[in-house]
C-alpha cells in the first residue's frame, strides 16, 4: 500500500515551453501533497505545499507564476512548469500524506526534466 | 527554525563493514525522525521512523534510536550489502503545524564495495 506515482518519469522539452508533473496517490486519499526539486549531489528542496481543494502555499524564493500547482482532488496534483528555461531542469519529486496519518508522507519516483 | 545536520559523504565500505552515519537536528516541540533512502534516478522511499525519544526504528538490517539527550538518530548497519549503496537522508516531521513538513539532511552517499 501507499504508492505515489509520477508521470512522466522524464521529460525534454524546448525552451519556453510548458511542461505538466503529474503526481497520484495509487490506493490511499493524500489531503496535503508536497512538491521538491533535487539538484544533481543535494537534498531535497520543499517548492510548495499543497492541500486538496485550496491554493498551495509555496516556499520563499519560489515563483508560484511560474510553478503551477494544482491539487484538483484527494489523488491528483498536477506541477506545470511554466515557459521552461535550461535553468529549469531538475529532479521534482512530489508526496503525498495520507488524511489518516499525521506524520508520514510517501514518495513519488520522481521525474527529470531537461530544458534544451 | 528546524535543521538537520548529516555526516558528510561519501563514504565507502567494503561489503560486510560495520556502518554508521551520523544524524543531529534541531526542533522545536517533539519532532518525528526519519531515515529515507534514494536509490540512483529514483525517488525516495522510507526506511525507518521514530516518533519519540528512545523509540528504536528498524527496517531491513538498519536502525536508529530517537536520542533526545542528543538531539541524534544515527543510522547504524551491522553489515552492509553491494546493495545497500544508494543516498540516505536523515529527515525530521516538526510537531507544530498541519503540514507536517520534512526537513531534509544534506544526505550522504553510501558506496559498498564487494
Known amino acids: 500500500g501507499a504508492v505515489v506515482s509520477q508521470h512522466p518519469s522524464r521529460v525534454i522539452c524546448k525552451s519556453g515551453t510548458s511542461v505538466k508533473i503529474e503526481c497520484r496517490s495509487l490506493?490511499?486519499?493524500?489531503?496535503?501533497m508536497f512538491w521538491y526539486r533535487q539538484f544533481p549531489k543535494q537534498s531535497l528542496m520543499l517548492m510548495a505545499t499543497?492541500?486538496?481543494?485550496?491554493?498551495?502555499?509555496?516556499e520563499q524564493g519560489v515563483e508560484k507564476d511560474k510553478f503551477l500547482i494544482n491539487h484538483a482532488s484527494l489523488t491528483l496534483s498536477t506541477l506545470t512548469v511554466t515557459s521552461a528555461h535550461p535553468e529549469d531542469s531538475s529532479f521534482y519529486i512530489c508526496?503525498?500524506?495520507?488524511?489518516?496519518?499525521?506524520?508520514?508522507?510517501?514518495f513519488g519516483p520522481g521525474t527529470r526534466l531537461t530544458v534544451l | 527554525g528546524n535543521s538537520v545536520t548529516q555526516m558528510e559523504g561519501p563514504v565507502t565500505l567494503s561489503e560486510e563493514a560495520f556502518l554508521t552515519i551520523n544524524c543531529t537536528y534541531t526542533a522545536t516541540g517533539y519532532p518525528s525522525l526519519f531515515w529515507y533512502v534514494q536509490y540512483p534516478g529514483e525517488g525516495l522511499q522510507l526506511l525507518l521512523k521514530a516518533t519519540k525519544a528512545d523509540d528504536k526504528g528498524s527496517n531491513k538490517g538498519f536502525e536508529a534510536t530517537y536520542r533526545k539527550e542528543t538531539t541524534s538518530f544515527h543510522l547504524e548497519k551491522g553489515s552492509v550489502q553491494v546493495s545497500d549503496s544508494a543516498v540516505y537522508f536523515c529527515a525530521l516531521s516538526d510537531s507544530g503545524g498541519s503540514a507536517r513538513q520534512l526537513t531534509f539532511g544534506s544526505g550522504t552517499q553510501l558506496t559498498v564495495l564487494p
Open positions: 508526496s503525498a500524506r495520507p488524511g489518516t496519518s499525521y506524520n508520514e508522507q510517501f
Open positions: 499543497s492541500n486538496e481543494g485550496s491554493k498551495a502555499t509555496y
Open positions: 490506493d490511499f486519499q493524500a489531503t496535503t
